[in-house]
């Protein structure tokens, strides 16, 4: 008994069979792997000299540049800093949930 073949639709079903296929590959593609690039952290808790309690003590970045500075005075050598020796900013129990510049400088600063 001879096979009745039918061209077009052979080819139409081999045409959906690739669609398919190709759906699959496109669908099991894992989810585009874009990210927004984290905050830094550390920048978001720098303390702003704009920031009243910061301008309230004269706090400068830059102790050479702060009026009133004690010479090699500067946050890293102050009693309260609690940054890590070496670091370039710190945490300053004057300012809670801030960090300081480590040569940073304000007129509470002591070295007691
Ligand atoms: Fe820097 Fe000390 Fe003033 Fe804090 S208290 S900002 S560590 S100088």
Known sequence: MAEIVNPGRRAWLQRIAAGFSCASVVVA???????FPAPDPAAALLLSIADP?????????DAAKAEGAKPGSSCA?????TGKTGAVAGPCTLFPNKVVKAAGWCNAWSNL
């Open 77 to 81: 050598n102050c009693s309260a800093y």
């Open 53 to 61: 309690a910061a301008v309230a003590v004269h706090y400068a970045e």
């Open 29 to 35: 593609r894992p989810a585009a792997t874009f990210e």
